[in-house]
Each structure stands twice: as C-alpha cells, then as structure tokens.
Nanobody, 114 residues
Framework: VQLQASGGGLVQPGGSLTLSCAASGSILSINVMGWYRQAPGKQRELVARITSGGSTNYADSVKGRFTISRDNAKNTITLQMNSLKPEDTAVYYC?????????WGQGTQVTVSS
C-alpha cells in the first residue's frame, strides 16, 4: 500500500484546510485509514481515523472541528480541518492499517499562524 498525502500549507488561525491521502490501489479492503500528526518536540499523535465500515474516531482536541471521510471510488481519504488553531501546527501523516501492518504516507506540513 502506497499513500500520497497532499493539501498542507500555511493558514491563519480560524481558517480551514483540507488534507487528502490517495492510496495506490483499492481501499475497500483496508481496515483502518487515518491521520496522525507530530509537532516539533512532541510525540506523534492520532488525529482521526475511519474504518472500512465508516466508523470514525477523533482526538479530543479536534472533535467538532475536523472531519474525516473516505471515498472508496477514488481510493482516497480526506481530512477537513476547520477553525484551525496555532496548536494544530504539525506535520500530518496519512496511514493505513492493512493485513496486520501499518503503512505510512509522507508527511505534509500544516502551519497555523497569523
């Protein structure tokens, strides 16, 4: 499974960004896909994940502001991030859990700053 993340950038506080993660093949059989993030000097943390059945989980810090979705026809997942805060600044990594293995995409930088 190869994952290609895109959509990061610089945004002002209160703004929005959309991250996308495209898989190399069909995602229908991938158990879980999602996003982690890592800020400088901090551990990588789970942001959001979505199962093959469409169930979602979010970190408490992003609940109500971020929405994860998957498009099986396009083999992509999307993270819609609204009401962004400076503390959301991090490198965001797409991941997939499939057949007992975790697969990672390259990170995409999200910077929230005025």
């Amino acid at each position: 499974v190869q994952l290609q993340a895109s959509g990061g950038g610089l945004v002002q506080p209160g703004g929005s960004l959309t991250l996308s993660c495209a898989a190399s093949g069909s995602i229908l059989s991938i158990n879980v896909m999602g996003w982690y993030r890592q800020a400088p000097g901090k551990q990588r943390e789970l942001v959001a994940r979505i199962t093959s059945g469409g169930s979602t989980n979010y970190a408490d810090s992003v609940k109500g502001r971020f929405t994860i979705s998957r498009d099986n026809a396009k083999n992509t997942i999307t993270l819609q991030m609204n009401s962004l805060k400076p503390e959301d600044t991090a490198v965001y990594y797409c991941y997939a859990y499939y057949s007992g293995w975790n697969y990672w995409g390259q990170g995409t930088q999200v910077t929230v700053s005025s």
